[in-house]
């Protein structure tokens, strides 16, 4: 990261670099006071983040559970832990500029700190004191003064300035790199923001993707059909009915694993998008459908839970690919009762017998179309992955292409906007398989809610946050060519 300015000088916050501080005297100074349990919290799944490479969104209920937080804490918990790890790049070149020196030479355990204090400072209404003294008695309370003393001179400099005005401190000129300013105001990579950017093909659209992801979106339930209905599930839950999916229902607020639509199976935690991809391999015209169904990537199950929920009003099976054994118990019980059929295999070799009518290809994937729900997963990712991603997604599409039966179609999906994920995949796959057709997704899509126009050109389907208020999913339709 960059830094500037003029900085704290001093070195009690160096430790050698971004190290975990496992196995640390503990200072004589340190004082056993208590600390703040929403912000505790908020520092332990920082820290798990950064040290064990966890996943806040897996984390963060397990301890809130744990920890008996209120209803306020628990609040301003996940709203300190999601907001700071999804700006943590924008955060450390605050940081790096108020010290004066590199984030690599700041410990890492301080730098958490720093983090949740900064993010505090700049992106809520909490006051600069209890916004700064909350910090310090974290560090206090782990570090000792010596260490306190280093946090509390660097947010106390980073107070001095609201974010706009970091901003204008530390990111690229708008006038000569607005790809890169932009990227900074909104908290991405700038690899991600020139991603989206090809994608969209207009700044004033970047600005408008960047701008939705570096929100926290509401929570997206879905009905599962014949258990229970979107308006049951709207009026049980205190949620609206969705917009795009007879499924869908938002949840403003609530924690959604304490329902009992969702304990039960009835109902489960499933973005709008990753709905519509499942219900437009199901609407469409495959000719006389046997009511043979596969899903080749089916974990974690979302998708599988759906489709094996339509099946079953259809009269149709679905088999379910997934090569974790982990996530194929996963899947068992998601799907228990369904006509679902899980296999444990690789997707490129499934050893499953070609002529099915319907194949969806959720593809593995960069994630790009997700940051608003995995946090830190912009920091995480690198352009370096895609490559080995596009080949993993081209070797699937093709082997879907050989198991669909003639005039079966394959509805091929990613959560991600990146080109080389989406059209170059099914340019690819189509350039490589004779006479196969790729279909007008948008009407599947639509259904009877929205006009397929406001969907794009067309043939596939992209949608964003700024858009549908979705997470980023592209899909594809292709048809396998009927042989005479």
């Known amino acids: 990261m960059t830094q500037g300015g003029q900085g704290v000088q001093g070195g009690r916050g160096v430790q050698g670099g971004r190290g975990s501080g496992r196995g640390k005297s503990r200072d004589p100074k340190t004082r056993d006071k208590a600390t703040d349990p929403a912000r505790r919290v908020a520092l332990d799944v920082l820290r798990a983040v950064r040290r064990d490479d966890a996943y806040a969104n897996l984390l963060l209920p397990r301890l809130l559970r744990e920890r008996g937080l209120d209803r306020r804490d628990k609040a301003l918990a996940t709203e300190l832990t999601y907001g700071t790890a999804r700006t943590a790049g924008l955060l450390d070149l605050i940081i790096a500029s108020a010290a004066g020196r590199a984030i690599s030479e700041i ?51 980073v107070s001095q300035r609201d974010e706009q005005m970091w901003i204008d401190v530390v990111a690229p000129s708008m006038v000569d790199d607005i790809v890169g300013h932009l990227a900074v105001t909104y908290a991405h990579p700038r690899w ?139 899947i068992e019980n998601i799907v228990d009762g369904l006509p679902v059929t899980v296999h444990i295999a690789d997707g490129r070799d499934s050893g499953l017998e070609p002529g099915f009518d319907r194949i969806l290809v ?74 196969a057709e790729q279909l007008d997704a948008r009407p599947l899509v639509a259904g009877d809610a929205v006009e397929p126009e406001s969907l794009g050109s067309g043939p596939h389907v992209q949608l964003w946050p700024h858009r549908q208020d979705t997470d980023a999913m592209f899909m594809a339709v292709l048809r396998k060519p009927v042989t005479h």
């Open 107 to 157: 410990d890492g355990d301080l730098l958490d700190v720093l983090r949740l204090g900064s993010y505090q400072l700049l992106r809520t209404r909490i006051g600069s004191h209890a916004a700064v003294s909350t910090s310090v008695d974290l560090v206090r309370a782990e570090h000792g003064m010596g260490q306190a003393g280093f946090v509390n001179a660097v947010l106390r400099k």
């Open 192 to 330: 991600i923001a020139e991603v989206f950017a090809e994608s969209l093909g207009s700044i004033g659209e970047l600005q408008a993707a960047l701008a939705a992801d570096d929100q926290r979106p509401i929570v997206h339930l879905v009905a599962r059909p014949g258990q229970i209905t979107a308006e049951e599930l709207a009026l049980i839950s205190g949620g609206e009915e969705g917009r795009l999916s007879p499924y869908c229902v938002y949840l403003p607020e609530g924690d959604p694993g304490s329902l009992d639509a969702v304990r039960d199976g009835f109902a489960g935690v499933q973005d709008e998008g990753s709905q519509l991809v499942a219900l437009a391999l199901t609407r469409a015209d495959v000719g006389e459908d046997a009511g043979r169904w596969l899903d080749l990537c089916a974990g974690p199950g979302g998708k599988a839970a759906l489709l094996g929920s339509l099946a079953d009003l259809d009269g149709a099976g679905l088999d379910a690919v997934e090569v974790s054994e982990h996530r194929a118990k996963l």
């Open 362 to 435: 959720d593809a593995p994937c960069s994630g790009l179309g997700s940051l608003r729900r995995r946090p830190e997963a912009r920091w995480r990712r690198t352009p370096e992955e895609v490559p080995q991603l596009v080949e993993l997604q081209t070797q699937l599409l093709t082997e879907a292409m050989r198991l669909v039966r003639p005039g079966g179609v394959v509805v091929y999906s990613t959560c991600s906007p990146h080109p080389a994920e989406t059209t170059g995949v099914v340019a690819a796959v189509l350039g490589a398989v004779d006479g």
